[in-house]
């Protein structure tokens, strides 16, 4: 019994912190928005200085009552739509998210189209329909019948 | 008695042209969504590899400038036709826009009343930018460039970078990093030329 509280214990020393950490609006925002100079890289994890005063900015918002979507409306417009790490839907790379979405479209189209005629041609090879079979030694007399002719 | 079907070999052709109609519209939409997945990677392709990357704008009309200073005065270049404009792109997490920023207020301040400078703080917050004007003593407009649409709008690709403007609204160059003393005077007295004329 004291082990299993033991045990308790040290699990909830972890947890406990884990849980407030993903809680925390502050440390969300820093991994949902990126840095909007570099390429690729997050706002959490940016050593850029304009990646540091934006977590201070972030912790300021948040102290004087911000929300999360309202810090983040303001960091858009301050800082453009880059701060979101998404291409903008204008323009050329509105292509970005035009493809996407035209690939999954013709990729289904193309299974279905492709899972019909394979379901066809299975139910032809496996089911052959026994009207146009004729037994093997009345095709012959046939054919001999015909030849004769 | 010479009549296909009797041997068993031939298909009804109703029957066959009935059985290749879907087999030939799926064939069709197959080619279809390839053309056009197809066109559009060359678009793409295009675009991302064989255009050049954007040029900062060198010379020709200059893009619309129009911006409230953190003083709250709104500025538009369209308003100062006739006067020569120097644009600075800057940001106070910029150390090397701190080499250069005494040399552009020295400028001003001797240049005043011919020539008008505009400093515009890029991916800044208000707070981090005022300190900065405050610690070098700015008394040239300044503001936000807000959601960098100047910056994009002249393809500034790093700050600090400046932008000489003519008399006639025609940007007539423009200088990567730091400038130096000398470089400024020898681009204002380019610019007042045109002024003059």
């Known amino acids: 019994m004291r082990r299993f509280l033991l045990a308790l214990f040290l699990l909830l020393l972890v ?14 925002l820093q991994k949902e ?5 570099c390429q690729g890289i997050r706002l959490d994890v940016c050593e850029q200085k304009v990646c540091e005063q934006m977590r201070e900015m972030i912790d300021q918002r948040l102290a004087e009552g911000y929300t999360k979507e309202q810090v983040k409306a303001e960091f858009i417009e301050l ?7 998404e291409p903008p839907r204008q323009g050329f790379t509105l292509l970005a998210w035009v493809i996407p979405v035209l690939l999954v479209i013709g990729g289904l189209a193309a299974a279905v189209v492709l899972t019909r005629r394979w379901t066809r041609q299975t139910v032809s090879v496996a089911a052959p329909s026994t ?6 030694d009345e095709y012959l007399k046939r054919v001999e019948e015909e030849l004769n002719e | 008695m010479n009549d296909n079907t009797s041997l068993g070999t031939a298909m009804d052709p109703a029957l066959e042209s009935a059985q290749a109609t879907p087999k030939r519209s799926g064939t069709t939409l197959l080619i279809g969504i390839v053309a056009v997945v197809g066109v559009l990677l060359l678009v793409v392709f295009y675009y991302g590899v064989l255009n050049p990357p954007s ?23 369209a308003d100062y036709r006739g006067t ?46 005022r300190a900065y004007m405050e610690e070098f003593d700015v008394t040239y407009p300044n503001g936000p460039d807000m959601g960098s649409r100047i910056y994009t709008a002249y393809h500034v690709q790093g700050v600090p970078e400046t932008f000489f403007i003519d008399a006639n609204g025609n940007v007539q160059g423009f200088h990567v990093g730091p400038i130096s003393a000398e470089e400024l005077e020898r681009r204002i007295q380019e610019l007042k030329k045109t002024a003059a004329q």
């Not at chain 1, 800082?79 to 790490?85: F, I, S, T």
């Not at chain 2, 704008?57 to 270049?77: H, K, L, M, Q």
């Open chain 2, 84 to 129: 020569p404009i120097v644009i600075n792109f800057w940001a106070s997490w910029c150390n090397p826009c701190r080499d250069e920023q005494p040399i552009l207020e020295a400028a001003w301040r001797r240049h005043k009343g011919e020539v008008l400078f505009i400093g515009l703080s890029y991916l800044d917050q208000e707070k981090n930018a």
């Open chain 2, 55 to 77: 040029q900062r704008v060198g010379s020709g009309a200059a893009p619309p400038v129009v911006f409230t200073t953190y003083d709250g005065e709104r500025i538009d270049i």
């Open chain 1, 15 to 28: 947890a406990v912190p884990a849980a407030a950490q993903e809680n925390d609006p502050a440390k969300e």
């Open chain 1, 33 to 37: 928005l990126w840095c909007p100079i």
């Open chain 1, 131 to 136: 009207a146009d079979v004729i037994p093997e």
């Open chain 1, 79 to 85: 800082y453009g739509p880059v701060v979101l790490g």
